[in-house]
């Protein structure tokens, strides 16, 4: 009998549930890092340099390195439990307990003398006062001490539980040429109108193009041994400046011709000395006469 209800008690405390809440909060930063990785992906880089009258390209082969930032801080975890159901449980089995108690306790202060106002069937009298009060006792007690001890426990396994972990992020991620190394080859001049140019051998990792050559050529990009070059922005408006200005600078001055345009299309004169402005970008590049002459004519029509 002890064994059975020991047994009962254990079964209401462990299937006792309880409300699990979990937050998480993070904490300080501990540390940065930097990991940098190469992608093992090897293309050909160019740099473009002016100087007038010479472009000068250099080519170098890089590989991808892919750098990570990591930050490395601290997280919380903050698990809240509770149970809505321990403090009925406690104020409703200490009630029965209490009384289921005192009931058995008391028992002799109960007569003991059977009920002879009741028979049953096979001519047995009633049940006395004491033999109720011991069964209501004892049945009192075997609702009222589990549900005690199961709000006692669901109360005490209440409360927070705050974990500390680890833990790791990437912040920011780049890719960029990394382990570069000057590279000889064949250059295509690609993707301009009409036949491409014929191709060309570097020297030292470079290869060098007069004013006249670019105003003659036609092309977009570069091929280095069949493998297309990577430029960024700043080397593409370099090559298109002085594409630009070795067109723009190939004719002379002629004050009178630029006089006539300016009657005749004002606006044209105004783009034309637009892209004279820009070729002093280009060191050595002989753009002042034009430049002042434009100055001179277009202040005087305005």
């Known amino acids: 009998m002890r ?3 020991a047994a009962v008690l254990v079964l209401a405390v462990g299937c006792a549930p309880l ?3 979990r937050r998480t909060e993070r904490g300080p930063v501990l540390r940065t890092y930097t990991q940098e990785k190469a992608l093992g992906e090897r293309q050909p880089f160019a740099d473009i340099q002016a100087q007038w009258p010479e472009l000068t390209v250099s080519f170098t082969t890089a590989d991808i390195c892919r750098t990570e930032h990591h930050e490395e801080y601290a997280e919380e975890i903050i698990s809240t439990y509770s149970s809505r159901g321990a403090a009925p449980s406690v104020s409703t089995g200490g009630a029965l307990t209490a ?3 005192f009931l058995l306790v008391g028992r002799t202060l109960f007569s003991d003398k059977p009920r ?3 028979i049953d069937r096979t001519g047995h009298y009633g049940a006395s006062n004491r033999e109720l009060a011991t069964g209501w006792g004892t049945a009192l007690l075997i609702l009222g001490v589990p549900a005690l001890v199961t709000g006692i426990v669901e109360l005490s396994r209440s409360g927070e539980k705050r974990e500390t972990r680890k833990m790791d992020e990437m912040v920011a991620l780049r890719e960029v040429p990394c382990q570069a ?3 000889d080859g064949v250059v295509e001049l690609a993707g301009g109108h009409g036949p491409p140019p014929p191709a060309r051998m570097t020297s030292n990792a470079a290869l060098r193009l007069t004013a006249d050559e670019v105003r003659g050529l036609s092309f977009t990009g570069l091929l280095l041994d069949g493998t297309p070059v990577l430029l960024d922005e700043e080397d593409r408006d370099r090559l298109e400046t002085f594409r630009t200005c070795a067109i723009l ?3 002379p001055v002629n004050p009178e011709a ?6 005749e299309h004002p606006e044209r004169l105004r783009m034309r000395r637009g892209l004279a402005r820009t070729c002093t970008t280009l060191p ?4 002042r006469p034009l430049l002042d002459a434009l100055d001179s004519i277009l202040a005087n029509e305005e």
Request: net charge neutral; charged share 20%.
């Open 3 to 5: 064994r059975a209800g």
């Open 19 to 21: 409300d699990v809440e």
């Open 99 to 101: 009384v289921g108690g």
């Open 116 to 118: 002879l106002m009741a």
């Open 181 to 183: 190394q000057p590279a």
């Open 249 to 251: 600078l190939s004719a």
């Open 258 to 263: 630029l006089a006539r345009e300016a009657k």
């Open 284 to 287: 050595g590049a002989p753009v």
